[in-house]
């Protein structure tokens, strides 16, 4: 069916002995230290100071980990994006901002070759009035770990990783880095939004009405161990379905096969899509982040997640704290991110991992 999910298979070859390294060199408690040195509210328009306070926290560690790291502004006019970061109700409001203006954090490590790029985003922004741990510190950890792993490594192809600005208020910060890329073409792009968050009590995860109709095989799966929401969601399109293999097949490697859903994109689903696509679908949700602006220009993407609001109940809230989190699904999805990262970029020389711990 167009609707289940990719056959996952144990990592073999890069992937597999980049796992076995990656998963011991990464300390839970390094990703706690990540998330909790960016646990304030950050973001260009209610929170400007620790905005930057977060810029130069993960550049700093990036240019110590021996990446070539670039500030890349950006600005757009006559805009919609999202007004009020704490609107209820309408789960799509808009408006037009006359000029706005932001910019990313890229960090390169060079490839041997001048194939597609391998790209893995996080925003570094959050709500107003939240610390941001899960939404998007995790991420970001993430991110912060992949510098460390990959930092002695010799790739056969670029791996650029992407710290993104005003996901919060439209994902300005991925339409800019898309709009570039889709001249150079990828890889494919990894997405990481809100990976840290687990849950699980019986019943802790929720998911949209009528979803069992387009998903009847995974909502299966979710009910029959009690809707427990301790599994990580990786969204793709048939673009990108080899990427999303990729990711999950390791993770199922190091947690289990539950440990990971992945769904494709419903407005990409033949016949169904269409009559998906209205705007107040509950369709909608899965193109809720960075990863919809690399669909947009035809870039292959994935989203990974642990469903933020759907599983959260800190989602955008203050409560939003490093204390909240779940640090070794945290550690797993940077392992199987890494693994992935490598199998996709390739190694000519493939070195031992190190961790600062």
Do not use: K
């Not at 990540?34 to 929170?47: C, K």
């Not at 005003?166 to 001249?183: S, T, V, Y």
């Not at 190091?254 to 696509?277: I, N, Q």
């Amino acid at each position: 069916m167009f609707t289940g999910e990719p056959r996952l298979r144990r990592p073999t070859g890069l992937a597999s002995s980049y796992l076995d390294e990656a998963w011991p060199a990464i300390a839970e408690a390094r990703l706690r230290e990540h998330v909790t040195a960016l646990a304030e509210p950050r973001n260009r328009v209610t929170a400007a100071e620790g905005m930057h306070r977060a810029e130069a926290y993960v550049s700093q560690l990036l240019r110590d980990s021996g990446w070539r790291v670039q500030r890349q502004p950006f600005a757009f006019t006559n805009v919609a994006g999202v007004p009020d970061f704490r609107v209820e109700g309408d789960p799509h409001p808009r408006v037009v901002f006359d000029h706005i203006a932001g910019a990313n954090v890229l960090a390169t490590r060079s490839g041997l070759s001048s194939g597609p790029p391998v790209v893995v985003c996080a925003h570094l922004d959050t709500v107003t009035d939240s610390p941001g741990a899960d939404d998007n510190g995790s991420g970001v950890a993430v991110l912060l770990a992949l510098a460390e792993l990959l930092a002695p490594v010799t790739p056969e192809r670029d791996i650029v990783l992407g710290f993104l600005d005003m996901e919060e208020i439209g994902c300005f910060g991925a339409r800019a880095l898309a709009a570039e890329l889709r001249w150079r073409s990828l890889t494919g792009c990894i997405v990481l939004e809100s990976v840290g968050y687990v849950d699980r009590a019986p019943g802790s995860q929720s998911m949209p009405p009528l979803i069992g109709m387009v998903y009847p095989a995974q909502i299966r799966r979710i009910r029959r161990r009690g809707r427990r929401g301790d599994w990580t969601l990786v969204v793709y399109r048939a673009s990108s379905a080899q990427l999303a293999r990729a990711w999950a097949q390791p993770l199922a490697q190091l947690e289990g096969r539950d440990a990971v859903v992945l769904t494709r994109d419903p407005v990409d689903l033949p016949v169904v899509g269409a009559a998906l696509r209205r705007r107040d679908s509950w369709a909608g949700e899965f193109a809720r982040g960075d990863h919809a602006e690399f669909w947009a220009v035809g870039l292959p993407a994935i989203q990974v997640t642990d469903t933020a609001n759907f599983r959260n109940p800190h989602y955008h809230q203050p409560s939003d704290t490093p204390d909240t989190l779940d640090y070794r699904r945290v550690r797993a999805v940077a392992a199987a991110t890494a693994a992935a990262v490598v199998d996709l970029a390739g190694l000519r020389s493939p070195r031992s991992t190190t961790s600062r711990r």
